[in-house]
């Protein structure tokens, strides 16, 4: 495997219609629904394995915003701790 292998991750609604069952929404909708949730959950997955194309192109906006974030949180912490 080479750094330039690409992976994508397939939407198929019939693995997943069954979870619709008793919805009372068409199967446009049902197909709409679940299309528009796969593109979610494909989006949370670049981004957290850092291949969004912003990451990619921003990759220290994003490096500095994981790192005062955590800082602030840690202060949250303390702070919080202390009352």
Excluded: C, K
Aim: a negative charge.
């Amino acid at each position: 495997m080479t750094d330039d292998t690409q992976y994508s991750l397939n939407f198929d609604p019939d693995l997943y219609r069954h979870h619709l069952e008793g919805m009372d929404i068409s199967e446009e909708e049902a197909q709409q629904l679940m299309a528009a949730l796969w593109h979610i959950m494909q989006t949370f997955v670049d981004i957290g394995w850092g291949v969004d194309a912003v990451q990619q192109i921003f990759p220290d906006l994003f490096e500095n915003t994981s790192t005062e974030f955590e800082s602030t949180l840690q202060q949250n912490n303390q702070s919080r701790s202390q009352d």
